[in-house]
Nanobody, 117 residues
Framework: QVQLVESGGGLVQAGGSLRLSCAASGTISSRDAMNWYRQAPGKQRELVAT???????NYADSVKGRFTISRDNAKNTVYLQMNDLKPEDTAIYYCNTRSSRYLRNFWGQGTQVTVSS
């Protein structure tokens, strides 16, 4: 199986920055894409950023130019650098991957990001 553990969340003022980390363990493949999702209170979970095995990235329109996703395959870790944070970025952020071995999604427990105005 795959275990994902997020860290790096916290409280920050608008305009500030945070860096989230997602440490993966278990039977994880560097060929699998990794994703960051977020869920704000009363809202559906939304895809924030994706990084593929070859390093290609994709972002939600709401975070383009402010967030950067990266991965270190040697450390089995994915990062989300978040700059110029806004109150609307407040949410629980989840790491996700769809395993090519187990043919299912795996999720971390989430990390809270709160941006004050």
């Amino acid at each position: 199986q795959v275990q994902l553990v997020e860290s790096g969340g916290g409280l920050v003022q608008a305009g500030g920055s945070l860096r989230l980390s997602c440490a993966a363990s278990g039977t994880i493949s560097s060929r699998d894409a990794m994703n960051w999702y977020r869920q704000a209170p009363g809202k559906q979970r939304e895809l924030v950023a994706t990084i593929t095995s070859d390093g290609s990235t994709n972002y939600a329109d709401s975070v383009k130019g402010r967030f950067t996703i990266s991965r270190d395959n040697a450390k089995n870790t994915v990062y989300l650098q978040m700059n110029d944070l806004k109150p609307e970025d407040t949410a629980i952020y989840y790491c996700n991957t769809r395993s090519s071995r187990y043919l299912r999604n795996f999720w971390g427990q989430g990390t809270q990001v709160t941006v004050s105005s």
